[in-house]
C-alpha cells in the first residue's frame, strides 16, 4: 500500500507563495506518477499537476502555468507544488494522488490519494 499525506496549505494573501508537500509511506514512491488535483466548494475537482516517475515529464492545467511548478525529491519520497503567484481562484482543497498507468491528468489514472489541505488565498 502507499499512503499519501498533504502539508503545507493555509492561508496566504494574492500574490503570496505556498508550498506543499505529499509524503509518501509504505512503498517506494519512485516507480509512481504522482499528481496534483483541487477542489473547491461547490465545484468538480480539477487537474493542476502531475509528475512522471522519471522526473523528466510535467503538466500544468493552464490556469496554474507559469506560476506553479511541481517536482519530486525520490530520497525523501516526496513530491512538491510549489505555488507563486496567488489568486483568490486558487482556493481549495488541494489532493495529491500515485498511479502507474494511464494519462496523468486524469483522477482514474491514480490508486492512491491523500486527504488533501486547505489552501485559502484571500484578496
Known amino acids: 500500500q502507499v499512503q499519501l499525506v498533504e502539508s503545507g496549505g493555509g492561508l496566504v494573501q494574492a500574490g503570496g507563495s505556498l508550498r506543499l508537500s505529499c509524503a509518501a509511506s509504505g512503498r517506494t514512491f519512485s516507480s509512481y506518477h504522482v499528481g496534483w488535483f483541487r477542489q473547491a466548494p461547490g465545484k468538480e475537482r480539477e487537474f493542476v499537476a502531475a509528475?512522471?516517475?522519471?522526473?523528466?515529464?510535467?503538466g500544468y492545467a493552464d490556469s496554474v502555468k507559469g506560476r506553479f511548478t511541481i517536482s519530486r525529491d525520490n530520497a525523501k519520497n516526496t513530491v512538491y507544488l510549489q505555488m507563486g503567484s496567488l489568486k483568490p481562484e486558487d482556493t481549495a482543497v488541494y489532493y495529491c494522488a500515485a498511479g502507474r498507468f494511464g494519462p496523468t491528468e486524469l483522477r482514474s489514472t491514480y490508486d492512491y490519494w491523500g486527504q488533501g489541505t486547505q489552501v485559502t488565498v484571500s484578496s
Open positions: 509528475i512522471s516517475w522519471t522526473s523528466s515529464i510535467a
